[in-house]
């Protein structure tokens, strides 16, 4: 069990189990069910490469600082400001993170519903027989529906507060593990099958040619929001994971690991996606928020096999989504049994039923609240752009700036090198990175963003 303060706080155990349970919490929805559909909607190859270079540049910093906040501090988000920063406004950091912990909480139990319901249609034989254009009638019906969404959200939410109330050790370190190099694997199998099936070919020249004309101030917000939102970062999720990391953790080698194996699998549901998509006449900007609901089903009726490939696949990315969903449910749980000393029953059960609640409104968005929209974007889009593309880059932007001028040198270094253990060859670019590259770029990032909204 977790509880109140340090000494007797849970862990994880093995080497990989936190390579497994940080790159769980990365690996999920967004990066097989959210990036395919923010690329299409945003021009393809120059989206790519913006996208990989705030990854390189931003995102990883981000993580590392992330890292060297939660094992120094060795508490909750909140409490890790107050722990390192007492009396100063930094906790606030930690409230911003509870917040987007709720927002994406909701909207994303909605889409990991989508992702039960898939299973039950994959074993049911739901896509024998049908067209494309079925296919697509089939997901839109779902969607627009209220009782069947609701229903697989309600559970997801559950499962995820099961895996919570398992504690740490037990529960988090033991679902990451096993499962991901399977994912891996059928994503490479399903690569293949898209990239082979007729008029596949532009889908990969939209994917990697970059257009340059594409971008706008939006759409680099977008990609800065996607790679932080892929990572885990800006929020306190990776804060709570390694405030359980050993000492002997080499962080700067487990935020560059991560980071590449997040990037990898994003890019192969990628690969996966938009050739298929080509083939059968979609277009990369239709597809919108079901986009893999509508496009794989089509890849999995042209696949020897394609029954079982589908059970597997829609099974395994509901499992990576529970082990994202476990890292951010844990945020709001480990805070409030840490700061107000709540049983971690409590805690969690008063975590998943207002998560629930808010989840509620996101999931009816194509439905019965279709007709609420902000800014011309309904209820699921509203929140998932709040948290994606304000919350978390504004959180990284202040954790960086906490790491870079705030936090004391030493202790910075003594996290990055295990006090003295090993060398650190990537200190200077690191520290130049979150003191000056990193906050400049989420500045400026915002700002124009914000100019071209008000336009
Ligand atoms: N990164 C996860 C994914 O790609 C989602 C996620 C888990 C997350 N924890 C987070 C996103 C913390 C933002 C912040 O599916």
Redesign the pocket.
């Known amino acids: 069990m977790s509880t109140g303060t340090g000494g007797n706080r849970d862990g994880f155990t093995s080497k990989f189990g936190i390579v497994a349970a940080a790159a769980g ?7 097989i069910w ?1 990036f395919p559909y923010v690329v299409g909607e945003s021009g393809g190859g120059a989206f790519l490469l913006v996208y990989l270079s705030f990854v390189l540049l931003l995102g990883i910093p981000v993580m590392l600082s992330e890292f060297i906040i939660g094992r120094k501090a060795k508490r909750n988000t909140f409490g890790a400001f107050r722990e390192i920063a007492p009396k100063t406004w930094w906790p606030i950091i930690g409230v911003m993170g509870i917040v ?2 709720f927002v ?1 909480l909701a909207f ?1 139990s909605t889409i990991a519903g989508w992702t039960l319901h898939y299973v039950y249609l994959s074993f049911s034989n739901g896509f024998q027989g049908r067209d494309t254009a079925e296919l697509t009638h089939m997901f839109e019906l779902f969607q627009t529906s209220t009782f069947l969404p609701l229903f697989w959200q309600l559970i997801f939410i559950t499962l995820t507060a099961a895996i919570i109330l398992s504690g740490v050790k037990k529960g988090i370190e033991k679902y990451s593990k096993i499962l991901m190099p399977f994912l891996l694997l059928l994503l490479i199998t399903l690569s293949i099958r898209s990239v082979t099936l007729p008029g596949s070919f532009e889908g990969l020249v939209f994917l990697f040619k970059p257009d340059f004309g594409k971008l706008d101030s939006g759409v680099i917000l977008g990609a800065l929001g996607q790679a ?8 306190g ?2 804060i709570t994971y390694s405030s359980y990391f050993p000492d002997r953790t080499n962080l700067s080698n487990t935020a560059f690991e991560v980071s590449v194996a ?1 990037v990898i699998i994003a890019i192969l549901a990628g690969i996966a996606i938009f050739p298929a998509m080509f083939s059968i006449g979609m277009l990369p900007e239709q597809g919108g928020a079901g986009l893999i609901f509508m496009v794989l089903p089509n890849v999995f009726l042209q696949i020897p096999g394609g029954y079982f490939i589908s059970i597997a696949f829609f099974i395994l990315l509901a499992i ?2 529970l082990t ?2 476990i ?2 449910m844990e ?1 709001v749980v480990a805070f409030l049994t840490e700061e107000f000393n709540i049983k971690r029953k409590y805690a969690t059960l008063v975590t998943a039923v207002s998560a629930a609640f808010v989840g509620l409104f996101c999931t009816l968005s194509w439905g019965a609240f279709k007709g609420i929209t902000i800014g011309g974007k309904n209820i699921f889009d509203t929140l998932d752009f709040a ?2 593309n304000i919350l ?1 880059p504004l959180g990284g932007l202040l954790i960086v700036v906490f790491v870079g001028w705030y936090m004391r040198n030493s202790d910075v270094k003594d996290e990055m090198s295990n006090n003295g253990l090993f060398k650190l060859r990537i200190y200077f670019i690191f520290r130049f990175l979150i003191r000056f590259i990193a906050p400049v770029a989420i500045a400026i990032i915002f700002l124009n963003a914000i100019g071209i909204l008000r336009t």
């Not at 919490?25 to 990066?31: K, P």
Request: aromatic fraction near 10%.
């Open positions: 919490s990365a690996i999920g929805l967004g990066n959210r987007a912990a994406i994303y932080f939102f892929s990572l885990s970062i800006g929020m999720a990776l997040d990576a989504a994202s969903s890292s951010i945020v948290a994606s978390l």
